[in-house]
């Protein structure tokens, strides 16, 4: 009797909160246009106009025949307010400018190594450490989740975050996870260490020529590897080469400006060790657009040599 009368009381209130919810989402703050975000521009009653445009990494679109545009950092709803009152000054009539969202490129996270489905995921909202990996079709058996690895970019350079998600999804400690942002790259490593490690092994990946992996010869340094790779592109970024480091049971991450290191009596060999990963960024680019990038040189590189180690494996 009681649990049907407590049933009855809560029912309304469920059936209430089920109706509010929706209004009260739509009540949050509208999602803000970032560089690499897709948009869906549709011009009433002008279908010739209708077009999907890209955010470019100094935040302008292109859109004709109002041509330049700043769109990052404004709302789809404000950005086709704009789009609208620039659009008289060519037609000279009154046009109402949808712009939707398509990809929500700005907020991707990318997951490497031994997840199913490895690549880059956006979210309107990022969400955390658990969903993003079911999102991926969730880890292989290969994985080691006691030190996965979250790599982030920040003001004074990368900064590499380990996790014990297995001691998390177990329960185990006071373990927490991280809250993830845009751009964070999630690496799952294999559980046999060695093998790459021991042999001597370094990775070289984005802007240069042939990106693979490299044997690592006795006080070799940073340069020296570079031109193992062909040399950095044009494109290069050589003020931010990023290279992450195994250290102990952690990972740490440096960024490298070549430009110094090149110049004579400005700056000192960088000394590399096996395991290392060296990423050269292009100009504007994230660490995991550079990953995304070069990953199909790496595996023609040493397909049998990488087979079930390759961390840094992903795919758009």
Do not use: C
Not at 14 to 43: F, H, N, R, T, W
Not at 116 to 142: I, K, W
Not at 197 to 202: K, N, Y
């Amino acid at each position: 009797m009681y649990r049907r009368i407590l049933f009855n009381v809560l029912l309304p209130v469920l059936i209430a909160g089920a109706v509010i919810a929706p209004a009260a989402i739509a009540q949050q703050a509208e999602y803000m246009i970032g560089a690499g975000d897709v948009l869906a521009v549709s011009v009433w009653r002008h279908a010739d106009l209708d077009r999907n445009v890209v955010v470019r990494t100094n935040g302008h679109i292109t859109f004709p025949p109002v041509g330049e545009l700043m769109a990052q950092g404004m709302t789809p709803t404000t950005l086709g307010r704009e789009l609208t009152q620039r659009l008289r000054d060519y037609t000279r009539e009154t046009n109402q400018v949808t712009v939707t969202m398509v990809q929500f490129n700005s907020r991707g996270i990318f997951l490497t190594g031994q997840i199913a489905m490895p690549g880059r995921y956006s979210f309107e909202r990022v969400p955390d450490m658990l969903q993003v990996m079911s999102e991926a079709g969730g880890p292989l058996p290969t994985a080691d989740l006691s030190s996965v690895s979250v790599i982030r970019q920040t003001a004074t350079g990368p900064e590499v975050i380990s996790v014990d998600l297995g001691a998390y999804m177990r329960g185990e400690g006071a373990v927490t996870l991280p809250e993830l942002r845009p751009g964070d790259t999630i690496e799952f490593p294999a559980t046999y260490g060695g093998g790459m490690t021991d042999s001597g092994i370094v990775y070289v990946l984005g802007e240069v020529h042939r990106p693979g992996a490299y044997q690592l010869a006795e006080g070799m340094d940073l340069l020296q590897v570079l031109a193992l790779a062909g040399g950095t592109t044009r494109e290069a970024k050589l003020t931010d080469v990023v290279v992450v480091m195994n250290a102990g049971e952690s990972q740490v991450a440096a960024n490298v400006d070549l430009t110094r290191i090149a110049s004579d009596g400005t700056g000192h060999p960088f000394r590399l060790s096996a395991g290392d990963r060296i990423v050269v960024p292009l100009e504007g680019s994230s660490i995991g657009d550079v990953l995304l990038t070069g990953v199909g040189s790496l595996l023609n590189a040493s397909t049998s040599v990488l087979q079930g180690y390759f961390l840094y494996r992903t795919v758009d």
